[in-house]
């Protein structure tokens, strides 16, 4: 095993997951597979679920890590916020396509679609002397 290798691997999964995103993102709960499988949509809905509320568990201890020294974690706040972003604009997506959620779904779109002005929070507080040392 050496580093090309691992580096392949890693493209590889990174295209998954951006062909598989794109699709999820175009598609909803439209998507054929939901359609074509032996399973009943809620069990893969479900999975999904449970997936992604893995991923949002974990990006939350990392945003409570970063708490410390946001000032500095311009690149960590970046990597948090512009997935939000985009799972924000999934929302919208899905409110054009398949109609409006309850409203605190509607809530929770506002806050994902606002994720990337905590940039420019961050930015304003940041110190000349971090200004100066060119960490934003």
């Known amino acids: 095993m050496n580093r090309i290798s691992l580096q392949i691997v890693v493209a590889i999964l990174g295209i998954v997951g951006v062909v598989t995103g794109i699709v999820g993102l175009v598609?909803?709960?439209?998507?054929?597979?939901?359609?074509?499988?032996?399973?009943?949509?809620?069990?893969?809905?479900?999975?999904?679920?449970?997936?992604?509320?893995?991923?949002?568990?974990?990006?939350g201890i990392w945003m409570l890590y970063i708490v410390p020294t946001i000032e500095r974690q311009k690149t960590t706040l970046r990597v948090l916020s512009f997935p939000v972003f985009f799972g924000g604009i999934g929302r919208i997506i899905s409110m054009f396509a398949i109609g409006f959620p309850p409203a605190l779904f509607i809530v929770f779109a506002i806050l994902e679609l606002a994720f990337p002005l905590l940039l420019v929070w961050q930015h304003k507080t940041l110190p000349a002397s971090l200004l100066r040392r060119e960490y934003i």
Not at 29 to 51: A, Q
Request: proline share 0%.
């Open 27 to 59: 598609t909803g709960v439209t998507d054929k597979y939901y359609g074509v499988s032996n399973y009943e949509s809620k069990f893969l809905l479900d999975s999904n679920l449970r997936f992604f509320s893995g991923i949002w568990f974990c990006m």
